[in-house]
Every structure is written in structure tokens, then in C-alpha cells.
């Protein structure tokens, strides 16, 4: 396996005005041996060269996010190579592939949060609702309202459990606190959290434990009405009771959100996601219902990661 | 046996010298200032008559009439010499908020300049280097922090007294005397040596220390605090401020140490301020503090009580600043920007 994939191998990470499109084999040459050794586990094939393998039922929904030929780049080091993705509206996405193949990369340009991020260069464009998201006219605080983030590592702010769930309010500028105390109960209900700190919603956040600081965060996120939730890897760092309430709390808000979950565990991509992308080194290589990229994917390498034999 | 025991004997030598030194500080100041306390009790803390000299003065009835001996000439008698801090304390206590006040919001401005614009700041050049100016800024505010208190003080004489007497103080002094309610503040005479220079001097020498701890505590806020504020829809100003409600513990240790800095300052304010004990309403009238009273003073001390005085204010000057650096410590060390876990 491991000696097939070194002889098959494209450099995945050509300049970024490589076009998508058949190329001569072994015209590349891999000079980095650290991403040599990274790709060495893959036992397949040329990521650059196919074009993304999108299953028919994805087209067949409603989309109420698309990425365009989106391309990124850290400084010179070139991280999504021309990403096109629809992402199906009031569905669970899940984005799986192996560490460091750009997948929370994608997921934070969707509410332009790598433009925090120094000497970060960007091409293409996503579209949300069919509004440019990379517009320069685009009101990027509205926007991010709109797609609202959970981040891997809980990040409640030094405050009370209350306030942390009413934050988003808070800076738009909400003053009745009847209003407050509404969206507060009705954001830590949705998010599976309201029975177990109704009692102190105005004790500080830090004082809850790891899955319950998550859920918080979740319902900090609800709470700011978005309609499309972002969620990185939201249970890397939960116990698996902690994860399983996450879950279930995922699959709660399927419908009334639309979620896109970057999970390294490809039991919980298969328990709580509609489609899976497959990501591997900034390119999506295959795309389609979750059942069918679990069971029966169409290329190798995607059985090849999800059954565990690398990544 | 090696290297070891020599190095922690070292070590503990180290810190048993400091705490012996701290020690004998206090009680070499404690036993000299025992003679004023003995003579003013906790008056002197309350008192604002500072008059180091025996005064000779004629004796009068409770009326005011002269008191005449049988020759007709006035009888005179002895006041002795009498000590009270007040205006010393005063005027540190003044001085040092007028300096926060005007030294805090300009620091924190900075100190977040340099944590989330400079860095991104860095002209290049045309062959490809980038010019690293928040380093550079860094560097000239430590550089500034560094700067002995006599070449502040200096300065301060020279450019900064002639332009607030012929320049701003005017101003104010206009605005004072025409706008209603704020006629306590009126002056009729304008020196440049006064409460308001020598606060603008403090100011201007605690902005560095303030902005560099404030800037390295603002650097330890986790990337995620910024990050989850912005993705809830902050703008890019209340992301600012979460980060200093984030690190507020800290950024209060980093006020402390100004604070600190403040009240000890000796050369620089004791050449602006005029040094003379009043305790005023306007800010264009000389004043003391504690420690431009000792610069002064202290080697002219001619009477045991004069020094014993003296002392007793070092005494309280030291103990302010020893409580004033330990909650700095606390709040910054020992809470790490003001979060558990
Ligand atoms: N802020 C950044 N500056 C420079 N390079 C970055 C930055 N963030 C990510 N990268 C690089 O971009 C690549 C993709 O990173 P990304 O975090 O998107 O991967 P990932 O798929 O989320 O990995 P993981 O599963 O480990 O979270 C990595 O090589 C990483 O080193
Ligand atoms: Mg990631």
C-alpha cells in the first residue's frame, strides 16, 4: 500500500493557478517531505486531477450555500485548491478527512473568519442564498450573525451563563429584558442545557463542566438566530455522554438549521449527518449522502478513509 | 554535595537578603517617625500646617488687642514648629488619579494598537523584507519606560511649564472663569508649576509602563475569546472589548503599577509642581506630594521633630506603594488574565 502511494502520487499542492483538468503523470514532482510523508498513507490516486465526485442526490436538494471554485492560501502555502460545494438547506453536512487537509479551513471561510487571519489570499466565492459572501459591499457582521460558529474548543466568555447566552443581543443593541430572558430560556432549551442551570443562569460560565460549556456555546450561537450553524469538530473534547447529548442535539436542530459539523469520528459523520464531504489535502474529493459515502462510495480512497485504513 | 547546594544556598541567601533589607527599611522608619507620632498622634495625618520653624509672634487677647508689658512694648511668644501630611497626601492622591486618568485610557488604546493593528502593519520593502513596526514600537515603549525620572523632570521644566502657562492653562483658565459651576477652578495667577503639570508629567511617564504590562497581558487573551465574539456578530470594537473584559484583572494590576509608579515619582514632579503645601480647588495652583516633600526637605532638616516628620511620611508613602505593588502582583501574576482552570 504504502509503496503504491508514493509512486502514484500528484503534488496536491501545484501553484495556485494550477487548473482542474487532466495533467501528464508524473509531471509533478513532490519536493516537500513533509507533505510526502503525509500523503504517503493514501494508497491512491491524483486529488488534483479528478474532479470532485458529487453524488446526484446532492444537486437534487435545495442549496442554500455554494462555494465557487474558492481558493486559499496562507501566505505562500496554498491550503484549499478550488473548492466547489452546495450545501443542501436545513440538513446536516459533516466534512471528514484527514488532519490538516484544510476542512476547518473551509468551514471558517463560510463566515469569513480567516479574514482575521494575516497574509491570508483568497479567490473564488461562496454564496449564500445566492449573496456573494466575498463581496466587497458585503456587511460581514450581518453575515456572521446569520452563520453562527461552535468552535472545537468551548470558548464561553468570562461572564454569567446568562449573559453568555444572551450576548449576541447584547452587542446588537437589545435592551428589554423580558425579551432577554425569552430568547436566554428558549436558546438553552433548544440546546439541551435549560434543566440543568435554570437554577443558576446567573452564576459564571466557567463554573460548568466541559460538555455542558459546549452546550452553552451552542446556545450562544442559536441564540443569535443564524440559519446556518458551523460546527468544528464541536465534540473533540467531550466525554462520550457529553457527545452523545451533543449529538442528539444536532440531530434536534436538523431542519430548523442548517448545520455544517467538521468530525474527526466517523461514527458520529455517520450518526447525525444527511451528506458527507470527503476533504483530502484543500480539495473535496468525493461529496454525497452520508449512507451511501459510509456503505457504497464511489472511489477508493474515500472507502480507504472511512473504513479507517488511513488518515 | 556539589553544585547544587551551593546554588540553593545562594538562593536562599538571595531572598533572606531581600526580606531582611525590607525589613530593617520599615523599622529604621518606623522607630525614626516614632517621635512625630509621639507629638501629633493621628493628627498628622489630618493636619495641613507644615511649619518646620519656631515662629515668634506677638501675643494677642482673644479680641486681637496687642498684648503690652508694663513698657508698652508688645509681649511676644513662642508657636512651636508643627508638622501635618495632609497636603502631601493630598497632593499625591490627586496627582496620582488626575495621571491614571489621563495615562489609563491612552494605554490601553495602545497597548490594543499594538496587539491586533501593528502587527499587521508591516510595510514592505522593495526587496521583499517587511518592516516589523510593531516591534519597533514595542521596543521605543520600554525604551521610554526606561528613561531616568530627572530627564522627564527636565523636560518637563523646560518645554512642558512655559507652554501650559502660556499655552493651555490660559485656555482652561478662560473656560473656568466664563463657564457657570466651574468657576472653583478659576486661577487668578498662572505659574506653569502647579497640580495640572505635574500630573500631566506623571501621565506621561506611567503611559509606557501601563501599555507594556497591558500589552503583554492583552497578548495571553486566547485567539478563540476574539474569534467567538466576532463569529456572534461583535464588530471589530467590541471584539476590543471583550478582550479587555477578558483580561480585566490583569489590565487592573497593569493600572496598579502605574498607580504605583504615580505616588513614588520624586524628581520629576518635585521640579513641576511648585512644591508648596496647599490644598486647592484649582488645578493651576502649586502643590507638594509626599515624595516632592521629602526630595526637599530632607537633607535641610535642622530639628529631631522636623526629620522624625519627615520619616513618618516615608513611612506612609512606603507602605502605600509596598500595598499598592502587591494587589499589582496578585491581580497580574496571580491570576493569569483573570480566569480559572
Ligand atoms: N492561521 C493559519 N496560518 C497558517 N497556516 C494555517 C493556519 N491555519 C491553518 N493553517 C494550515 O492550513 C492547513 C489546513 O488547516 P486546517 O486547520 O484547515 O486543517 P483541518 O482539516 O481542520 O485539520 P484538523 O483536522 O487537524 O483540525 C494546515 O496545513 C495548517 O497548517
Ligand atoms: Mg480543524
Redesign the interface.
Known amino acids: 500500500m504504502m509503496q503504491r502511494a508514493q509512486t502514484t502520487l500528484t503534488h496536491p499542492s501545484d501553484p495556485p493557478a494550477a487548473r482542474p483538468g487532466p495533467k501528464p503523470a508524473g509531471a509533478s514532482v513532490n519536493s516537500n517531505p513533509a507533505e510526502n510523508r503525509a500523503a504517503a498513507s493514501l494508497p491512491v490516486v491524483l486529488p488534483g486531477v479528478a474532479p470532485t465526485d458529487v453524488h446526484p442526490e446532492v444537486d437534487a436538494e435545495t442549496h442554500i450555500l455554494t462555494v465557487d471554485n474558492f481558493k486559499l492560501a496562507y501566505g505562500k502555502r496554498q491550503t484549499l485548491h478550488g473548492i466547489n460545494m452546495k450545501i443542501a438547506g436545513g440538513k446536516v453536512t459533516a466534512l471528514i478527512g484527514p488532519s490538516g487537509c484544510g476542512k476547518s479551513t473551509l468551514l471558517r471561510s463560510m463566515?469569513r473568519?480567516n479574514d482575521?487571519v494575516?497574509g491570508v489570499k483568497i479567490e473564488g466565492d461562496m454564496r449564500f442564498k445566492g449573496q456573494s459572501i466575498y463581496d466587497r459591499n458585503v456587511d460581514v457582521?450581518?453575515l456572521?450573525?446569520k452563520l453562527?460558529?461552535v468552535?472545537q474548543?468551548s470558548?464561553p466568555?468570562?461572564?454569567s451563563i446568562f449573559e453568555n447566552v444572551v450576548?449576541?443581543l447584547r452587542?446588537?443593541g437589545e435592551r428589554s429584558n423580558a425579551r432577554l430572558d425569552e430568547v436566554c430560556a428558549k436558546s438553552l432549551k433548544s440546546a439541551a442545557l435549560w434543566e440543568e442551570v435554570k437554577d443558576r443562569l446567573h452564576s459564571s460560565a466557567?463554573g460548568l463542566s466541559g460538555g455542558q460549556q459546549q452546550r452553552l456555546?451552542i446556545a450562544?450561537?442559536i441564540a443569535?438566530e443564524p440559519e446556518v450553524l458551523l460546527m468544528d469538530e464541536p465534540c473533540s473534547a467531550l466525554d462520550p455522554i457529553a457527545t452523545q447529548k451533543v449529538e442528539e442535539l444536532i440531530y434536534e436542530l436538523r431542519g430548523k438549521y442548517t448545520v455544517v459539523i467538521v468530525t474527526h469520528n466517523m461514527h458520529q459523520a455517520a450518526r447525525c449527518s444527511d451528506y458527507t464531504a470527503f476533504m483530502y489535502m484543500g480539495r473535496i474529493i468525493e461529496y454525497g449522502p452520508t449512507e451511501a459515502i459510509f456503505v457504497r462510495p464511489h472511489l477508493k480512497e474515500t472507502e480507504a478513509y472511512v473504513t479507517g485504513r488511513f488518515g | 554535595m556539589g553544585s547544587d547546594a551551593v546554588l540553593g544556598f545562594f538562593v536562599r541567601f538571595g531572598a533572606v537578603t531581600v526580606l531582611v533589607m525590607m525589613a530593617s527599611l520599615v523599622f529604621v522608619l518606623f522607630r525614626g517617625s516614632l517621635d512625630s507620632m509621639k507629638t501629633f498622634g493621628p493628627k498628622f495625618l489630618v493636619s495641613s500646617t507644615w511649619r518646620p520653624n519656631d515662629l515668634e509672634v506677638t501675643k494677642r487677647t482673644s479680641d486681637g488687642k496687642i498684648v503690652r508689658d508694663a513698657d508698652g512694648d508688645p509681649v511676644m511668644e513662642t508657636i512651636p514648629a508643627k508638622f501635618g501630611a495632609l497636603p502631601a497626601i493630598y497632593g499625591t492622591a490627586v496627582s496620582s488619579i488626575v495621571a491614571l486618568t489621563l495615562a489609563v485610557p491612552l494605554s490601553l488604546g495602545a497597548a490594543l494598537f499594538l496587539i491586533r493593528i501593528a502587527?499587521?502593519l508591516r510595510p514592505r520593502l522593495p526587496n521583499g523584507w517587511r518592516v516589523p513596526i510593531d516591534m519597533w514600537i514595542s521596543f521605543l515603549i520600554e525604551f521610554l519606560a526606561a528613561i531616568p525620572s530627572i530627564a522627564y523632570g527636565m523636560w518637563g521644566l523646560f518645554v512642558l511649564v512655559p507652554y501650559m502657562q502660556s499655552h493651555l492653562e490660559p485656555g482652561l483658565n478662560w473656560i473656568f472663569g466664563h463657564v457657570p459651576g466651574l468657576g472653583f477652578m478659576h486661577a487668578d495667577a498662572l505659574t506653569g508649576r502647579d497640580m495640572l503639570t505635574g500630573s500631566l508629567v506623571l501621565a506621561i511617564m506611567i503611559v509606557p509602563i501601563i501599555t507594556a504590562v497591558s500589552r503583554d497581558v492583552l497578548r495571553a487573551v486566547?485567539q478563540?475569546?476574539?474569534?467567538?465574539?466576532?463569529?456572534?456578530?461583535?464588530?471589530w470594537w467590541?471584539s476590543c472589548f471583550?478582550m479587555l473584559?477578558?483580561s480585566r484583572s490583569g489590565l487592573f494590576g497593569a493600572v496598579m503599577l502605574g498607580l504605583a509608579r504615580a505616588a513614588g515619582e520624586t524628581m520629576a514632579i518635585s521640579m513641576v509642581i511648585g512644591n508648596i503645601p496647599n490644598i486647592k480647588a484649582t488645578p493651576f495652583a502649586a502643590a507638594q506630594t509626599m515624595s516632592s516633600l521629602l526630595a526637599n526637605e530632607v537633607s535641610e532638616a535642622s530639628t529631631k521633630l522636623h526629620t522624625s516628620s519627615l520619616l513618618q511620611v516615608a513611612l506612609i508613602l512606603l507602605l502605600m506603594s509596598l500595598a499598592f505593588n502587591i494587589v499589582a502582583r496578585k491581580l497580574i501574576v496571580g491570576k493569569g488574565g483573570?480566569?480559572?482552570?
Do not use: W
Not at chain 2, 338 to 341: A, E, S, Y
Open positions: 463566515n473568519l482575521l494575516d457582521i450581518d456572521r450573525k453562527g460558529m468552535f474548543k470558548n466568555f468570562p461572564m450576548y449576541a452587542i446588537a466557567f456555546c450562544r450561537a443569535a | 502587527p499587521r486566547p478563540a475569546q476574539i474569534e467567538g465574539s466576532l463569529a456572534l456578530g461583535a464588530t467590541q471583550e473584559r477578558y483573570g480566569v480559572r482552570g
